[in-house]
């Protein structure tokens, strides 16, 4: 008799030929790349160093295509905006030591957005690992723990018969939801050891699915079939999880208003009759959340941005579906329910019944007019035509990133994404420096569509080498920058609480923007706020990369929750 679990698959006898005669003058790099191209991946990120050369001399045997950054942080924001993109685990190369340690940044992005991404770094060579100090060079006494606290899971490597095993079991954690960056870390003489291994072909690492408890789903979608006014909070994990029909088709059979997190650009229609739009950071939008008798959060952790900094205050009852069992009822009590984003709004379809309401929409624009008059009253016109301009540059589909400056903290509130999975910022870990070298990374994933990349002139400076990136392989990337001097949030923030900004912390000397891409042979043009629409669809409708450079001094609307 014979099992399922019995069953190996045979190899046929050309595999058996090949393995059992492999090319020659392979070595442990080649067991990387061939195992990256076994589990699908296309298209690697990084930066080489000395201990990482093995890896990327592989590279020359192999069908991957490279994109190779200035700067291992920057190439880790574009392996991030590649996972966001594709839904794959995006490999990114680096090597040990500084190398390594410069990614850090983004890859606490990647964690905190759950961005996939595959870190791979070399490490120094295998006796010099276990904490002794031998002096080698790049050498850290515990390279792992700079990285246990930023990404999903750490794995090291010994042997070159490891690699695949290893490398498969990351794959497969960075695809598990919540996606998120893990780290590999190789010695450097693994990696440049002859190879007698066979060839790597095919690898298992299918991530698991998260599927709710069905007892928890069943008194969910009976709370929110008796709700008497219930509301939705969408989050990121909608967007990760392609679950924005599921979305829609809960909130209409319900008639829930939906609110989308920043992170949840896009994940329901911006104009739809039941869309409270993005409005969190505003007061009226709390009011209205907090008078749900049912309040169903998805994929969101109710953080700081997402409870207009820790004010909100629920009185009715929360379902919250998240994905990472960590953010379960972490800042309110609910019925928490950690499953995938898509199969928990499957569920609740399945066994919801329809909620008849025709107060809603009503009700949603009454929330709407009240933000456009507290908006109004602040004589805030030139931004707000700023965001419109953008609006209509940008190609319905073509997606969008943006670093953390004044335009993109009004764009979080007020900027239709139109589609799902198309506007992205730095807003999961707040640092600078994201927008343009993830949009080099979205035009790697999607060349199909030009990609708008927006920061403030601080933001930028932490870019600028990248220029090259985008003209070395001819990246579709339109790259917006508003001039204003200096740090503007942070100016801002100094002034509201101190009175003025500390002496030179905020303003800045910078470049000729428009000059300094074209030495680099990219086009630029310098623009004003009344022709920026125009300027900024020229450069998109033009292939290749682009400068446009915005002079102006932005202000942001009046918080809320002080």
Known sequence: MTHDHDLVLRPTAAQTAAALDPPAGRHGGDLVVETLAGLGASTVFGLPGQHALGMFDALRRSSLRYVGLRMENNAGFAADAYGRITGEAAPLLLSTGPGALMSLAALQEAAAASAPVLAIGSQVPVAGLGGGRHGYLHELRDQQASFRDVVKSVHTVRTQSQIPSALAAAWKSALTAPHGPVWVEIPQDVLLAETTLPVVTAMDAT?????????????????????????????????????????????????????????????????????????????????????????????????????????????????????????????????????????????????????????????????????????????????????????????????????????????????????????????????????FPAALGAAAADPGHPVLAVSGDGGAMYSLAELATAQQYGLDVTWLIVDDGGYGILREYMTDAFGEPAAGATELSRPDFVALAESFGVPAALTTPDTLAEDLSTALATPGPSVVVLPALLRMFEPTHL
Do not use: C
């Open 207 to 435: 991530p698991d699915e998260i599927v709710p408890r069905p007892e928890l789903t069943a008194v969910a979608a009976d709370l929110l079939a008796k709700a008497a006014r219930p509301a939705i909070i969408a989050g990121g994990g909608v967007v990760r999880s392609d679950a924005s029909g599921k979305l829609l088709a809960l909130a209409e059979r319900i008639n829930a208003p939906v609110v989308t997190t920043f992170g949840g650009k896009g994940a329901f229609p911006w104009t739809h009759p039941l869309s409270l739009q993005s409005w969190l950071e505003d007061r009226h939008t709390t009011d209205f959340l907090e008078d749900a008798d049912v309040l169903l959060v998805v994929g969101s952790g109710l953080g700081e941005l997402s409870s207009n900094y820790h004010t909100f205050a629920p009185r009715g009852r929360i379902i919250q579906i998240e994905a990472d069992a960590g953010k379960l009822e972490s800042n309110h009590p609910a019925l928490g329910i950690h499953a995938d984003a898509r199969l928990a709004l499957q569920a609740l379809l399945e066994t919801v019944d329809e909620r008849p309401d025709d107060t809603a929409p009503a009700r949603v624009r009454t929330v709407l007019a009240k933000v456009a008059d507290r908006i109004a009253a602040q004589d805030l016109g030139l931004e707000q035509r700023v965001v419109a301009a953008v609006r209509k540059a940008l190609p319905n589909r073509a997606p969008s990133f943006w670093d953390m400056t004044i335009l993109s903290y009004w764009a979080w509130s007020a900027f239709d994404a139109r589609h799902p999975n198309t506007m992205h910022s730095a807003q999961g870990a707040g640092g600078l420096g994201y927008a």
